[in-house]
């Protein structure tokens, strides 16, 4: 076993080792199911973040922006992090109150209707299946290519690493485990960074010479990578597409099962707040230094097949053996925390949404989530046996469903007061499916669409409009108004003086990182990219206007919006 494979190996054995720890303490459904809902922020940061993370960013992602692609993936950032600032404040904190243990369960009392949690058990089960497959797959790539590993069996041991502990602990062990890969992928990140960029001789010479490598010319630019057979034509399609799918993403963000289920573990509301506040700045850091690792990858080797295996190559050709083994057990770390999140959700679909669990004692529902996370477990293992990676592509088709049937619905439940059950069940299947089949023609190649018609939004519209028609021609019963009015009873909790005081650093916070992150891409992105391309010299301006510049300037605004926005909305809550 060489030194990769051994820091693999060791970190798998040291989750089992914690994951069944913390399966000791579970002695009731509630536990099982949402982790007592005793978990503090840092808890709950860590799995939002280890869930949204994956290998899809490691992977995936990078290796996107590695064929060219690094200015279309960094501006969907922003857009993406007020997801969290949305969720977290506009609906997180009123399911957590509704005291349901998921979300689907949240949707079925909201409406009074089995057949709305029922389909929302369905939508999860397809979805996080797709997607547990891929994180699967994507960390069984990473220990073939390290070790002497086959694919298979690498598949085998990488499954048997989540299941071991998620089978027995539930989410207590997966918030647990989360948190701790989360601290680890992210310190392994900034580690790669700092090694991949000296390979080509520091940052400002990394970033000068991307801005006028001719192997991607674009790659880091505003006007992208373009050009017959590349992803785009235009510049105006690569912006936005990047806007699109960062409002579907941040949408997903908001109110995804595997993300808004979170919440729901909250030991109380103000870390519900702040725990939102804290995942929109951290991934607003690690997201950019994925990527622009990815990018600076290109200037030491160009033609990495596949693409997906970017990341991969650097940690064998470009670091320590080290820090290699570190960055690799990092990526599958990621791959693990998603998996084991996807799994217990989807376990728990079945046996808390699909299946009427009230005719079962707590002992019994216990060990029949146990059992059916189990089935899932296998069921996920024997389709990633026999399906071709895809570790992008699939993650770009299974994500944004959610934000086509669950976004509209999922804010709706909350403050209209319109909405009836046959609306919001109507929404929700005609949203999944108008978003879904034509991904699926788009994907096989049987239609082409124009990026401002993608089906994400064709599916959001579709959802939007089937609710408000199929609601006007019903009306609301006064269970479902009377639901809905006591989830806007503030509790308690929120009166504690010493937490509001907490609670309202957290919106500053994310002002003065948005306003840090301006100037500090000015510095070391902006000003030495148009000192590379002739826009600038060094006796002339410090920065001129330019696509690069603007960039900028959205990504910092659009942080500091959302901490003004956050601390309008946290001041009229805590007062």
Same mark, same amino acid.
Request: overall charge positive.
């Given at each position: ?8 190996? #060791? ?18 459904? +509630? %536990? ?145 485990? +989360? ?123 160009? +033609? ?48 808390? %949404? ?21 089935? #899932? ?199």
């Amino acid at each position: 076993m060489n030194g990769y494979a051994i820091g693999i190996v #060791v970190s798998l054995l040291v989750y089992v080792v914690v994951g069944n720890w913390a399966g000791r303490k579970v002695k009731k459904l +509630d %536990d099982y199911l949402v982790a007592g809902r005793r978990a503090p922020t840092l808890l709950i940061l860590g799995t939002l973040v280890a869930s949204a993370v994956g290998t899809n960013s490691f992977l995936g992602d990078a290796g996107f922006v590695y064929s060219g692609y690094a200015v279309a993936m960094i501006m969907q950032i922003p857009i993406i992090a007020l997801g969290y600032v949305f969720g977290s404040l506009f609906f997180g904190r009123y399911i957590r109150r509704a005291g349901t243990r998921t979300v689907a369960e949240f949707f079925g009392r909201r409406f009074l209707s089995r057949r709305i949690r029922a389909f929302a058990a369905f939508t999860v089960i397809v979805g996080l299946g797709g997607y547990l497959m891929t994180v699967t797959q994507g960390s069984a790539l990473i220990v073939s290519a390290v070790t002497p590993f086959s694919y298979t069996t690498a598949l085998l041991a990488v499954w048997f690493g989540y299941t071991a502990f998620t089978v027995y602990a539930g989410s207590r062990g997966v918030v647990i485990t +989360d948190t701790i890969m989360f601290l680890f992928f992210s310190v392994v990140a900034l580690l790669a960074l700092a090694f991949i960029v000296d390979a080509s001789g520091g940052w400002f010479a990394t970033v000068q010479q991307l801005a006028t490598t001719t192997e991607r010319a674009g790659i880091i630019g505003a006007e992208g990578y373009m050009g017959p057979g590349r992803t785009w034509d235009t510049t105006f399609d690569m912006w936005s597409w990047s806007v699109i799918l960062g409002i579907a993403w941040g949408v997903v963000f908001a109110i995804s099962p595997w993300q808004s289920s979170r919440y729901l573990m909250a030991r109380d509301e103000h870390v519900v707040i702040r725990s939102g506040l804290a995942t929109a700045i951290v991934l607003s850091i690690f997201w950019p230094v994925i990527q622009f690792a990815g990018a600076a990858i290109v200037l030491a080797n160009a +033609d990495i097949r596949p693409l997906a295996n970017a990341m991969i190559w650097a940690a064998q050709n470009l670091m320590p053996l080290l820090a290699g083994a570190l960055l690799l057990a990092g990526i599958v770390s990621a791959g693990l925390s998603s998996a084991s999140t996807f799994l217990t959700l989807v376990g728990f679909a079945i046996t808390n %949404d699909l299946v009427d669990a009230s005719r079962r004692n707590d002992r019994q529902n216990l060990l029949a989530s146990r059992l059916a996370i189990l089935g #899932v477990g296998l069921a996920a293992l024997g389709v990633a046996l026999v399906a071709p990676p895809s570790i992008f592509w699939i993650t770009n088709f299974v994500g944004p469903s959610f934000a086509a049937s669950w976004g509209p619905l999922a804010f709706m439940s909350v403050w209209s007061k319109r909405i009836t059950e046959a609306g919001a069940f109507w929404g929700m299947v005609t949203g999944f499916f108008a978003c879904v089949l034509p991904k699926a023609l788009v994907t096989a190649s049987f239609i082409t669409l124009p990026v401002i018609l993608d089906p994400i939004v064709i599916g959001a519209l579709a959802s939007i409009l089937t609710i408000v028609f199929v609601s006007r021609a019903g009306a609301v019963s006064e269970a479902e108004q009377g639901f809905r009015e006591q989830l806007h009873v503030a509790p308690a909790e929120l009166a504690d003086a010493g937490k509001k005081r907490g609670t309202l650093l957290w919106p500053k916070l994310l002002i003065a990182w948005g306003i840090v992150t301006m100037v500090g891409l000015v510095v070391v992105y902006v000003r030495p990219y148009q000192l590379a391309t002739g826009l600038i010299d060094t006796g002339g301006a410090y920065v001129t206007w330019s696509g690069e510049l603007l960039v900028v300037l959205a990504f910092g605004l659009t942080l500091v919006a959302g901490g003004l926005l956050a601390h309008a909305t946290v001041k009229r809550i805590l007062a």
